[in-house]
């Protein structure tokens, strides 16, 4: 079994920074690549950012210069950094990690429960 846990998430004025983590725990193997997802209300889930094993980062366009993806692969742990948040950034953002179990073959991707995050104006 394996869990995503997020965290950093609230409401903050516009101008200002949070950062995102991620942990996972339970029966790993080896966690590929992991990423940041939002979804807005009534919208699809969309990417914020990815990082890759080997430290390689995509962004959305709307975030590229304000957002920082990273991880810590000794902890499990990836990050969102985000400055210069804008009301139009507030969602709901779920974490994303494609993660090997001792057990399996194929790898599966896995979803964080989600955590808001709110830019007033």
């Known amino acids: 079994q394996v869990q995503l846990v997020e965290s950093g998430g609230g409401l903050v004025q516009a101008g200002e920074s949070l950062r995102l983590s991620c942990t996972a725990s339970?029966?790993?193997?080896?966690?590929?690549?992991m990423g940041w997802y939002r979804q807005f209300p009534g919208n699809q889930r969309e990417l914020v950012a990815a990082i890759a094993t080997d430290g390689s980062t995509n962004y959305a366009d709307s975030v590229k210069g304000r957002f920082t993806i990273s991880r810590d692969n000794a902890k499990n742990t990836v990050y969102l950094q985000m400055n210069s948040l804008k009301p139009e950034d507030t969602a709901v953002y779920y974490c994303n990690a494609d993660i090997l179990m001792p057990t399996m073959f194929t790898s599966l991707y896995y979803w964080g429960q989600g955590t808001w995050v709110t830019v007033s104006s």
């Open positions: 339970g029966s790993i193997f080896r966690i590929n690549a």
